[in-house]
C-alpha cells in the first residue's frame, strides 16, 4: 500500500465530516482497495488469513545439537493469538481451525557459527502443530585432547561440584554454535518464545551487534529462575561498554537491578553503585564531582541508575540500606555550578527513584532525610521554577507513593496540606494536574472511594482543565 495512501485512508477515517468516527473491518477493506489501489485477490487472502482468522503467529522453539550428524534439531510449537471466527465461511478459516495451515511462507532462522553466519529460511508457517526442523551446521569442531579425570570426579567424568552454568558452558563448547536468531529480520508479526542455552544468549549479548538483539538477549537472561555469575558480569561488561547503544544499556541496568538478590550478595546493585561512582565521583574525596552532561548518551544511562538502584529489593521485599544511602548520597551533593545544562531533569529522576523505595525496618530510619531533600527541592523550584514545573511534579509524585507505602508512620493529612497548595491558579497546568490526581489518590487510600468521588466533583468545579 505505502506510506502516502495509508496517511489518506487515515485522514479519512478521522475527517470530522464523518458521521460515525467508528471503522469496520469491511470499511477498511473498502478504503484499502479504492484509495490503497491493493488488488482484490490480495485482500481476499490477506483479510481471511491475518484479521478474520486466528489472528498471528505464536512459535515456541527450543534447539538441541547433534554431534554425530553435526546438525540443529530445532523443535517448533505452532499456536495462534486467537480463536478463529466460527461464523466465517472462509476456506483459509476452516483450513486453520483444522490445524492443517497456518501463514503463508517460511520464516527465517540465522545461526551464528564459529566459520560464519548462515540464513536458513526453512521454518514453515504452515503445517502441523508440532514439528522438528534440521538445521545442517557449516563449522566443525577441532579434536580434543583427552584429558584426564580429576581426583574426586566421578567414573563417567561428570563431578557434583560443578554448577549448571559451568556445565552449560562445557556442553556449548562441545557445538560449533555461538547463538542462534529466530525471524532475525522481524519479518513476521509473531509472537517468538525461543530457548536456547544460557552461554548462547550470552554471546549474542556480547558479540551480536544488533541492538534488537542485544535487547531480546537482556530480556531472557534477566528473567532466568537461577542465575549464575557469568549473567551478571555479562549485563555488567554491557552497560559499561560505551559503544553500545544507550538505550540497551539503560535496559541492562535495570537487568542488573532485577537480577540482585542475597543468593548474589547483591552482585548487581554493587556493580551499578561501582559503575556511576567511576563516572561521577572524586576518587579522592569519595564524593560526586559537579555536573557535567556533554556526553549525552552517557547522560541518559547515569541518570538511569538511580532509579535502578531504587528497584533492587533483599530478601524480605524491602530496599536495602545502603541503596537508600547511595541515592540520599547523590541528592544532598548534587552540585550543577559550571554546568551549561539545566539539572531540572536530573534532579526529577533522583526524586522518581525515592518513589521506588522500600522502606523496611533497615530503612525506615533515612525517611526523615529523604523526605527533607524533596521539600528542599519544592522550595528551590518555587523560588527559581524551572522548566514546566518537571521537577515539582516528580516531587509531589514521590511524596504521594511514600505515604500510600509507610502510611503507618507518616500522617497523610499532614502530605495533604503540602501538596494542596500546588492546587494554586499561579502553578503551572501539569503541576495542578498532578497535585489534584495525587490527592485524589491519597484520599481513596485514606477514606475510600466515596471520599475520592466527591472530592473529583469538588475539584472539577474549581479546575477547568479537569473537565475534559
Request: charged share 25%; proline share 4%.
Given at each position: ?215 531480546q538477549a537482556i530480556a531472557v537472561l534477566e528473567k532466568l529462575p537461577q542465575l549464575s555469575f557469568a549473567v551478571i558480569n555479562a549485563l555488567n561488561n554491557f552497560l559499561n561498554d560505551t559503544k553500545a547503544f544507550w538505550r540497551v544499556r539503560v535496559e541492562a541496568a535495570y537487568a542488573l537491578a532485577v537480577t540482585a538478590s542475597e543468593e548474589t550478595d547483591l552482585a548487581g546493585l554493587l556493580h551499578l553503585v561501582k559503575f556511576y561512582k567511576s563516572r561521577r565521583f572524586d576518587t579522592d574525596i569519595g564524593l560526586p564531582r559537579p555536573n557535567d552532561f556533554h556526553d549525552i548518551p552517557e547522560y541518559f544511562v547515569l541518570e538511569a541508575i538511580p532509579h535502578a538502584v531504587a528497584l533492587v529489593r533483599s530478601s524480605d521485599k524491602s530496599s536495602p540500606r545502603q541503596a537508600i544511602e547511595f541515592i540520599l548520597q547523590l541528592l544532598k551533593y548534587n552540585d550543577n555550578n559550571g ?130
Amino acid at each position: 500500500m505505502g506510506p502516502d495512501s495509508f496517511r489518506k485512508i487515515l485522514q479519512m477515517i478521522v475527517a470530522s465530516t464523518r458521521a460515525s468516527r467508528t471503522l469496520s473491518t469491511k470499511e477498511f477493506r473498502h478504503l484499502a482497495n479504492k484509495i490503497g489501489n491493493l488488488e482484490r485477490p490480495f485482500l481476499k487472502e490477506f483479510f481471511p488469513r491475518w484479521i478474520e482468522s486466528c489472528g498471528c503467529p505464536i512459535m515456541r522453539l527450543g534447539i538441541s545439537y547433534n554431534k554425530r550428524r553435526n546438525l540443529v534439531e530445532l523443535a517448533v510449537s505452532r499456536g495462534c493469538t486467537a480463536k478463529a471466527d466460527p461464523g466465517s465461511d472462509s476456506h483459509v478459516n476452516g483450513d486453520i481451525q483444522e490445524g492443517a495451515t497456518g501463514w503463508p511462507g517460511m520464516m527465517s532462522v540465522r545461526v551464528h557459527e564459529t566459520d560464519g553466519v548462515y540464513d536458513h529460511p526453512i521454518l514453515p508457517m504452515a503445517g502441523e502443530a508440532l514439528q522438528v526442523v534440521e538445521l545442517q551446521c557449516h563449522s566443525k569442531l577441532a579434536a580434543k585432547r583427552f584429558q584426564k579425570t580429576k581426583k574426586g570426579s566421578k567414573p563417567d567424568g561428570s563431578d557434583d561440584n560443578v554448577d549448571a552454568s559451568t556445565q552449560e558452558n562445557r556442553t556449548s563448547m562441545d557445538s560449533p554454535l555461538l547463538w542462534i536468531r529466530v525471524d532475525p529480520e522481524m519479518e513476521y508479526l509473531a509472537e517468538i518464545h525461543f530457548h536456547q542455552p544460557i552461554q548462547m544468549w550470552i554471546n549474542q549479548l556480547e558479540k551480536d551487534k544488533d541492538v534488537i538483539s542485544q535487547s531480546q538477549a537482556i530480556a531472557v537472561l534477566e528473567k532466568l529462575p537461577q542465575l549464575s555469575f557469568a549473567v551478571i558480569n555479562a549485563l555488567n561488561n554491557f552497560l559499561n561498554d560505551t559503544k553500545a547503544f544507550w538505550r540497551v544499556r539503560v535496559e541492562a541496568a535495570y537487568a542488573l537491578a532485577v537480577t540482585a538478590s542475597e543468593e548474589t550478595d547483591l552482585a548487581g546493585l554493587l556493580h551499578l553503585v561501582k559503575f556511576y561512582k567511576s563516572r561521577r565521583f572524586d576518587t579522592d574525596i569519595g564524593l560526586p564531582r559537579p555536573n557535567d552532561f556533554h556526553d549525552i548518551p552517557e547522560y541518559f544511562v547515569l541518570e538511569a541508575i538511580p532509579h535502578a538502584v531504587a528497584l533492587v529489593r533483599s530478601s524480605d521485599k524491602s530496599s536495602p540500606r545502603q541503596a537508600i544511602e547511595f541515592i540520599l548520597q547523590l541528592l544532598k551533593y548534587n552540585d550543577n555550578n559550571g554546568n551549561v545544562y539545566s539539572d531540572v531533569y536530573w534532579l526529577a529522576a533522583m526524586v522518581q527513584a525515592i518513589g521506588e523505595v522500600e522502606f523496611g525496618q533497615q530503612g525506615i530510619g533515612l525517611l526523615s532525610s529523604l523526605l527533607k531533600r524533596i521539600d528542599r527541592l519544592l522550595q528551590f523550584d518555587n523560588f527559581m521554577p524551572g522548566y514546566n514545573g518537571v521537577l515539582t511534579v516528580s516531587c509531589i509524585r514521590a511524596l504521594a507513593r511514600i505515604a500510600e507505602r509507610v502510611s503507618s508512620s507518616i500522617c497523610l493529612d499532614r502530605i495533604c496540606e503540602l501538596i494542596a497548595p500546588f492546587r494554586s491558579m499561579d502553578k503551572p497546568w501539569k503541576v495542578r494536574i498532578e497535585a489534584s490526581r495525587v490527592l485524589l489518590d491519597l484520599e481513596l487510600h485514606h477514606k475510600g472511594l466515596d471520599a475520592a468521588l466527591l472530592l473529583f466533583l469538588k475539584y472539577t468545579d474549581e479546575e477547568r482543565s479537569l473537565r475534559g
